[in-house]
Every structure is written in structure tokens, then in C-alpha cells.
């Protein structure tokens, strides 16, 4: 199953990229013997599209057709780490070819996207920068592909 980060905005050099690049290594490496994977990136250009609306129709031409889609929301529900592992799991189980996580720019996402997503997640009632909470997601994922691997990343 593979799984997409569509994020609005540019993720330049830094440590932001830097902890991004290795987690996705990271989950490409322990997610390939678990049928996920690989783990992908797609960047929306904030300045071609600056309203959420048009944010909106951007993230969805870069998820995949048939995709499960995952909005990164506020509002969301809030999920442990095993929580997340065992829907991935379950998802990959099922059939899903893809699962696309979208993550709106600086005002969030389009209420209409949010609603049309299978899931709304929430990393809780703090304000994260949107840049941060890739790295955050990507983090997550590869958390989650060790706990399905039943490795000791994850201390319970």
C-alpha cells in the first residue's frame, strides 16, 4: 500500500527537510517487508493557490484515484500510535492501494475536503506549523510501520 504526504507549501533545505527525508527513508526501509510503501511527498505551491478552496483542488489532483484520504485537521480525531498502526493495518488488509494525507497551508483546509475525507486526524488542540506537522506525520507513519513490525522503536 502505498502512502503520499500532498502538503501545502515548499519544504526547503533545513532541518525540517533533513527529518523529513529520514523518516521517509526510514518507513520505506522497515515498511517494504509489511506490504507499505513506499512513502511519497507532493508539495502544493502556496502561491498558485493561497485560498483553502483552491488549496483544496490541488490536494485532490495530486491524490491518487480510489485513494483513502486522510485530512490532518484540528478538528480531527485524536489517535494513539497503536491506534494509527492498526488502521494502516487494517486498511493495507482490505485492499487499499494508496492512502493520501493531506495538510493544508497556514489556514488549514478546506471544510469541504475535510468532509469528503475517511478520516479527519488531529495532532491534538495545539497549533503546529503545517511544515512541522510533515515531519510530525512522517515520524507517525514510520512509528507505525515498527509497531506493526513488532520492533522496539515504540515502547508501549
Do not use: N
Not at 504526504?5 to 520505506?28: N, Q, S, T
Not at 483553502?52 to 490536494?59: C, D, G, V
Not at 478520516?119 to 512541522?132: D, K, N, Q, T
Request: charged share 25%; proline share 6%; hydrophobic share 50%.
Amino acid at each position: 500500500m502505498r502512502l503520499q504526504i500532498c502538503a501545502v507549501g515548499r519544504l526547503r533545505g533545513g532541518p525540517e527537510r533533513a527529518l523529513l527525508d529520514d523518516y521517509r527513508a526510514r518507513f520505506d526501509k522497515t515498511g517494504r517487508a509489511l506490504s507499505l510503501g513506499p512513502l511519497s511527498e507532493h508539495q502544493i505551491d502556496d502561491r498558485k493557490a493561497a485560498a483553502p478552496p483552491a488549496q483544496a483542488e490541488a490536494l485532490l489532483r495530486a491524490v491518487p484515484d480510489g485513494a483513502r484520504l486522510v485530512a490532518l485537521d484540528e478538528r480531527g480525531a485524536l489517535k494513539g500510535s497503536l491506534a494509527l498502526a492498526d488502521l494502516l493495518a487494517r486498511w493495507r488488509d482490505d485492499g487499499a492501494q494508496d492512502v493520501a494525507f493531506v495538510i493544508g497551508g497556514a489556514d488549514g483546509l478546506d471544510p469541504a475536503l475535510v468532509a469528503r475525507a475517511d478520516l479527519a486526524l488531529s495532532f491534538g488542540p495545539m497549533v503546529w506549523p503545517h511544515m512541522l506537522a510533515r515531519v510530525m506525520l512522517a515520524e507517525q507513519l514510520y512509528r507505525a510501520a515498527t509497531i506493526l513490525a513488532g520492533t522496539p522503536y515504540h515502547r508501549v
